[in-house]
């Protein structure tokens, strides 16, 4: 059978997500209930390539491991000969012979893929410049677990049409509900992306018109890693996108407001947002443990149904 990869959320069927988001969700009230006792990856490794920043990707996919049974290993491009020059796709061919699956965090989504088809195991996708769907899977599970399913409902995405939206773009496409994008003129997600979601996805420039009767209002940083020299650009073209209490007020009564940390209090999102009951930011960073833990165990050993009930 061919390997398996997951550089975007359109890697696996909306079915295969859907059971990846109840799988996560059993996981987590697996861990709470019996602590970490489910060891299905004994003597497993997992390689974890990090070309860029991170403290709950690595965290999250680092603890997965070791609470499954198995191991991971930091790689960075300044410690190993990826960093020297030695060519993606014979990286990716040492480590299929040695590894059962290799995390990347990185800068090109083209490189991603050249990785992942030079592997014989399968890759995820930990964050390029295009997309980050493993941060959706938390995210989704957040939603789920707070707000029952999603399929139907309205999201809206306030900010930069960045590597995030994109992911929440596919999101809606793959969970089926409505995505109102809010962001400044100039900063649109890519068009073709936009495109192939159809009317499930629509653009806007006005936040407080956006949030209107929403029931999830997300955001992320104004400049995301690689494009910190355009801090100060970002912060003069992003004024009047700041997420506020005010902007949750206008959405449902039950709305919850998501963020993928980190956050820049004071710039995307107000000095007291993440103090505000309707914030889910814990939960949804805690999640990203389980909904990491759900993606290896269906990429390393395929569905696994039987887990809590029977152990
Ligand atoms: N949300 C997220 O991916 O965080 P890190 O950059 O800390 O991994
Ligand atoms: N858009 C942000 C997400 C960080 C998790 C970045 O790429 O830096």
Redesign the pocket.
């Known amino acids: 059978m061919a390997t398996r990869h997951f550089l975007t959320l359109l890697d696996l069927s909306s079915e295969e997500l859907r059971y990846l988001i109840q799988r996560a969700i059993s996981i987590k009230n697996g861990l709470k209930a019996h602590g970490p006792s489910y060891s299905p990856f004994s003597n497993r490794t997992l390689a974890m390539i990090f070309e860029k ?6 965290v999250s996919f680092e603890t997965a491991m070791a609470q499954f049974g198995g191991h991971a290993l930091f790689l960075s491009p300044r410690d190993t000969q990826l960093g020297r020059g030695e060519p993606i796709g014979d990286t990716a061919r040492v480590l299929s012979e040695m590894v059962d699956a290799v995390m990347v965090r990185t800068f090109s989504h083209a490189g991603l893929e050249t990785f992942a088809a030079a592997s014989t195991v399968p890759v995820i996708n930990a ?1 390029t410049d295009d997309y ?1 769907p493993c ?1 959706l899977l938390a995210d989704v599970m957040t939603w789920t677990e707070k707000r029952g399913s999603i399929r139907g409902r309205t999201a809206v995405w306030i900010g930069d049409g960045n590597n995030m939206c994109h992911s929440w773009i596919n999101a809606a496409r793959q969970f089926d509900f409505q995505l109102r994008v809010c962001c400044p003129r100039g900063y649109e997600p890519r068009q073709d992306i936009l495109e192939a979601a159809g009317d499930r996805v629509t653009v806007l420039h006005d936040p407080m018109a956006a949030v209107d009767k929403v029931d999830l209002v997300t955001t992320d940083v104004w400049a995301s890693m690689g494009q910190e020299a355009e801090q100060v650009k970002r912060e003069a073209d992003f004024a009047g996108f700041q997420v506020t209490e005010a902007m949750l007020d206008r959405a449902k009564p039950d709305v919850i407001f998501l963020h ?3 956050a820049h209090r004071g710039e995307e999102i107000s000095t007291t947002l993440l103090d505000d009951p309707r914030a889910v930011v814990w939960q949804e960073a805690g999640n990203r443990l389980h909904a990491q833990k759900a993606l290896l165990e269906f990429l390393l050993l395929g569905r696994v149904e039987s887990w809590p009930t029977q152990h």
């Open positions: 920043s991170s403290t709950r990707t690595r964050l980050h941060q993928c940390l980190p």
